[in-house]
């Protein structure tokens, strides 16, 4: 099955598996969801993932989802930068999600990262989605 937009699709997999209380959730693999999932994991809003190899031999990753108090950690994920509108941003405009307490992800020149990392580093780029 063809994907238009597959980081918006580990996104919806993501939120769609912590609303049914999952602890894992599979997606196909690609270097730019796992740059995503890396600052995910280091933001502290997933518990981590694993890339794992099918009997055909394409790659999954494998999602572990975090809870706490029987809730998802992640109350809400959104995509910003669609395929049909790429979002871009400097670094004087790059986003503030819920006062500094959510995290926006970036694809920079430098890779890709959180909204204060890219402040740290002083470069723009494409929002890819926000995390709260």
Known sequence: MNVTDPIGDMLTRIRN???????????????????????????GYIRGFAVTEQANGQA????ELKYFDGEPVIREIKRVSKPGRRV?????????IYNGLGV??????????????ARENNVGGEVICTVF
Do not use: F, H, N, W
């Not at 598996?17 to 933001?43: C, D, H, I, M």
């Not at 871009?88 to 503030?96: F, I, R």
């Not at 926006?104 to 990392?117: E, L, N």
């Open 17 to 43: 598996a912590q609303q049914r209380g999952k602890s894992k959730v599979v997606s196909p693999s690609s270097r730019l969801r796992e740059r995503v999932l890396e600052v995910l994991q280091s933001e």
């Open 60 to 63: 999954e990753l494998e999602v």
């Open 88 to 96: 871009y941003a400097s670094v004087s405009d790059l986003p503030t």
């Open 104 to 117: 926006a992800i970036m694809s920079t020149s430098k890779g890709v990262m959180s909204d204060s990392d």
